[in-house]
Structures are given as structure tokens and as C-alpha cells.
């Protein structure tokens, strides 16, 4: 099966309340080889995180079945809400990297929700960035800014904030620390 048929038959996700997941086939490990999902040799599954989970469903390239009846995206949203209150948020940015066509996988805390890679570089090269999201009219305090730069700089990644609107727009600035001591 060619990648462009692979997304004509959809890929049943199951959701049993705690997560999101599917067996191991030729179409999930096709989408697994981009970016989506987690293998869990010990289970033979596939988990998706919960952004995952809603973007397959809203772009329609899975279905998800809960109990013994698909769910609708708007259902799905609200039984997962209930265990993130940043759901929404990070959803958006997720679908918004996405479309921009780049490689999103978990980060490494809920100050750092995504590592993004570079066009092309999944699997090849580590991730290049680092997402530590804002709302807009919320406040971050400069130390916490500073410790999230100091965070990404050891780990050799770039720091973007992700900044999402009212009208859940995003907008990407890139974040670097600067010595100004030796100028």
C-alpha cells in the first residue's frame, strides 16, 4: 500500500477513557514512520497522544471508537479536556505546526509541550526546537523565561514561544539568550 492509499481507508483508534490507540498494521506503522503515535512493543499497540489523537480525527485520516460507537471530534475533545485543562491550547498549536507540515512530538515537561524537527530531519536528526506555549494576556515571569532558555540550551534545542490568541490564531517568536557583559 502506497503512502496516498494508506490515508484513503481511515485507521480505528480506540478510546477506552484512558487513552488513545490502535493496533499495529501497515497503515499505523506508516503514519507512526511520520511522527504519529508511540509503539508499545510490550502491548503491540500504538498510543497517540491526545493532540494526536484529535488532529487524526479532525483531518480525517482516523476514526475513533469508543465503547462500541464512533466518536464524534467534539466528543473526543471533551472527554479528553477533562484531564488537561491546557487541551485547547496545545491543541491548536499542535494542529498549526502540523499544517505548517513539521514533525511534532511530546516535550519534556508542560513548560516545553512539543519538540519539533525539522523538515525532513524525523527519525535522521534530533528535534531542532522546543515549544514553551503563552495565552495570550497571561504573564510569565523573566526567571521562568530564563530557566526554559537554560533548559533548552542544555539540551541543544531552540526555545519558540508560541503565543495563541482570543481568536486561536498563533504566532512563533523565537527565544535566545543574550550576554551583553563583553560588548
Given amino acids: 500500500m502506497s503512502p496516498e ?21 501497515e497503515q499505523s506503522l506508516a503514519l507512526l514512520s511520520k511522527g504519529y503515535g ?7 499497540i500504538i498510543t497517540y497522544s491526545n493532540v494526536e489523537a484529535l488532529y487524526l480525527l479532525e483531518s480525517k485520516m482516523a476514526s475513533v471508537i469508543s465503547g462500541n460507537s464512533e466518536t464524534s471530534f467534539n466528543e473526543l475533545l471533551s472527554a479528553l479536556e477533562s484531564k488537561s485543562e491546557t487541551l485547547w491550547r496545545d491543541y491548536v498549536i499542535y494542529r498549526d505546526l502540523r499544517n505548517r507540515r513539521y514533525t511534532i ?17 524525523f527519525q535522521k536528526e534530533a528535534a531542532k526546537y522546543l515549544v514553551a506555549p503563552l495565552s495570550e494576556g497571561k504573564s510569565i515571569k523573566l526567571s521562568k523565561l530564563k530557566q526554559l532558555l537554560s533548559i533548552c540550551r542544555a539540551l541543544k ?9 482570543r481568536r486561536n490564531e498563533v504566532v512563533y517568536y523565537l527565544a535566545n539568550q543574550v550576554d551583553l557583559r563583553n560588548v
Avoid: A, W
Fill in 157 to 165: 534545542k531552540e526555545m519558540i514561544i508560541s503565543v495563541i490568541d
Fill in 105 to 121: 512530538k511530546e516535550g519534556f515537561s508542560p513548560d516545553l509541550i512539543f519538540r519539533v524537527f525539522e523538515r525532513g530531519e
Fill in 5 to 25: 492509499e494508506t490515508y484513503l481507508v481511515k485507521l480505528k483508534l480506540y478510546f477506552d477513557g484512558e487513552k488513545v490507540y490502535t493496533e499495529v498494521s
Fill in 38 to 44: 508511540q509503539l508499545d512493543k510490550e502491548n503491540g
